[in-house]
C-alpha cells in the first residue's frame, strides 16, 4: 500500500551522505557462544525481574571519521562503555521494537520490518546519531533470527513469539552537550510476557494535570528512550490504583494521544449517525508513527470502509464523554508492539468513569476482534500477506 502524505513527509530520506564506511550486512561476521543456554518455558522466562535473551546479539560500532565497523554476531552478554558515554548523560539512544512470530504453518515471521528499521533512522535523526541503509539493518535482524530462531522460538512452539530491540546508542566519552561522534547499533532478542487479553479488559486513567507525554516541538514521534522514563512515575500510580495504563492527554481541550506507549483508538457513531474509527493524528508530530497503528487503519480502510470512516484527527476527552453519555460510543482499542490489540473498557477521567462496550469477558468487540484477527492471520502465516516476512533458519 502506498504511504500517506504524512508518512512521506515525515519519512527518513535514504540513501543520504555521509562520511565513511557505510553499515555493509554482507560483512557480518559470526562468533557463536561456547556457552549455550537451555530455553526456558514462557512462563519461567517472564516470571523474574531481568529480561531472558537469547544467546547472540548483532552489535556494529560507528565512528564519525571512518564510518560503521564490520558488524558481529557474538555471545549476548555486556556492552564497553566509557562513564561518560554520551548516552548516558545526554538521552542519545533510540532504539525499535518488533516481534518474531512462529507460525501455525511451522515457518517463522517478522511484521513489517522494514517500516521499524525506517523509524530508527529517523529517531537517530532527531538526536543527532548516525543513520543506516534501512535494508542493511534489516537483513541484521534476519541474521540474528536465522541463528537463535529454531532453538528459541522452535516448531513446537507454533502461537509464540519473541520480541526484537534493535538500539542505537551515543558513545562518545565525553561530557559536553555535542553530537556523539561514536555510536554503537545492536540487536538482541528476548522474551516479553503477553498483554493483549489482561481480565476485563485494558483500564485507563487518564494523565494528571501537570503531566503531559509529549509536546507539539518535541520528540514525542521519535522512539527515543527519553519518551518513557519520564512516564514511569504517572504509570506506576495509576497501576496502583488499579489500572493498566494513563490515557495520556494534551492541551487544554484534553485531546487524546496515547494509551501508555501504545496507539489508542476509538469506534463510535458520531452524531451525524455515521460510525467511524477514529484516532490521534500524526501531523503535529505527538505521537508514534506506531506499525501496529498503521497496519490497522491500512486494513480499516481497505475492509471496513463500506460502513466506517477510518479518521486520523484531534478529538478529545469531552467527546468521548459525551458520546459515552449519548450512548454512541461503541468500542475502543490500544494498538503497538507490546500490548498488540487489546480491548479497553474503562477510562477514568477525574470525576468521570468513561465505561466501554467490549465483547465477553472484557474481549474484543466486533470491529476491534475484527482488525485483531485479520493482523494475527498474517503473523502466525494463517493468511498469506506481503506484511509477513519469512525468514530462513539454520
Wanted: charged share 25%; net charge negative; proline share 6%.
Amino acid at each position: 500500500m502506498a504511504p500517506s502524505a504524512t508518512e512521506s513527509q515525515n519519512a527518513p530520506a535514504f540513501p543520504e551522505k555521509q562520511a565513511g564506511q557505510p553499515l555493509d550486512a554482507s560483512k557480518l561476521t559470526y562468533t557463536y557462544t561456547a556457552n549455550p543456554r537451555d530455553v526456558p518455558d514462557e512462563a519461567t522466562a517472564n516470571s523474574g525481574d531481568e529480561t531472558i535473551c537469547t544467546d547472540h546479539m548483532v552489535v556494529a560500532t560507528w565512528k564519525v571519521s571512518t564510518g560503521w565497523s564490520a558488524p558481529e554476531l557474538k555471545p549476548y552478554g555486556p556492552l564497553n562503555l566509557m562513564p561518560t558515554a554520551s548516552c548516558l548523560h545526554y538521552a542519545t539512544e533510540c532504539f525499535e521494537g518488533l516481534k518474531v512470530y512462529r507460525g501455525y504453518d511451522g515457518k517463522l515471521r517478522v511484521f513489517r520490518p522494514d517500516r521499524n528499521a525506517a523509524r530508527l533512522n529517523m529517531s537517530a535523526s532527531r538526536i543527532s546519531l548516525p543513520k543506516a541503509n534501512p535494508d542493511e539493518i534489516t537483513k541484521l535482524i534476519h541474521a540474528l533470527l536465522e541463528v537463535d530462531g529454531a532453538k528459541w522460538l522452535p516448531k513446537e512452539r507454533a502461537g509464540s513469539f519473541l520480541y526484537l530491540r534493535p538500539t542505537l546508542i551515543g558513545t562518545q566519552p565525553t561530557i559536553g552537550l555535542v553530537k556523539s561522534k561514536q555510536a554503537i547499533l545492536y540487536i538482541i532478542l528476548s522474551y516479553m510476557p503477553r498483554q493483549d487479553t489482561p481480565s476485563g479488559g485494558m483500564r485507563l486513567l487518564t494523565s494528571p494535570e501537570d503531566m503531559v507525554r509529549s509536546w507539539v516541538g518535541g520528540f514525542g514521534y521519535a522512539k527515543v528512550g527519553a519518551n518513557y522514563g519520564p512516564s514511569v512515575l504517572a504509570t506506576q500510580d495509576a497501576m496502583q490504583r488499579g489500572f493498566h495504563q494513563i490515557l495520556w492527554l494534551y492541551g487544554d481541550q484534553g485531546e487524546c494521544t496515547e494509551a501508555g506507549g501504545s496507539n489508542f483508538f476509538v469506534i463510535w457513531r458520531r452524531k451525524d449517525g455515521k460510525k467511524e474509527i477514529i484516532t490521534a493524528p500524526l501531523d503535529d508530530r505527538l505521537i508514534l508513527d506506531g506499525v501496529t497503528r498503521r497496519s490497522c487503519l491500512d486494513l480499516a480502510k481497505e475492509r471496513l470502509s463500506d460502513e466506517f470512516e477510518v479518521t486520523e484527527r484531534k478529538y478529545t476527552i469531552s467527546e468521548l464523554i459525551e458520546a459515552e453519555t449519548e450512548g454512541r460510543l461503541l468500542e475502543s482499542f490500544a494498538a503497538g508492539t507490546a500490548w498488540f490489540i487489546t480491548p479497553v473498557s474503562a477510562i477514568q477521567h477525574r470525576e468521570h468513569a468513561i465505561a466501554i462496550p467490549t465483547g465477553p469477558d472484557g474481549g474484543p468487540g466486533e470491529v476491534t476482534g475484527k482488525i485483531k484477527g485479520w493482523l494475527s492471520d498474517i503473523m502466525y502465516g494463517r493468511t498469506e500477506h506481503e506484511w509477513g516476512i519469512v525468514v530462513s533458519e539454520r
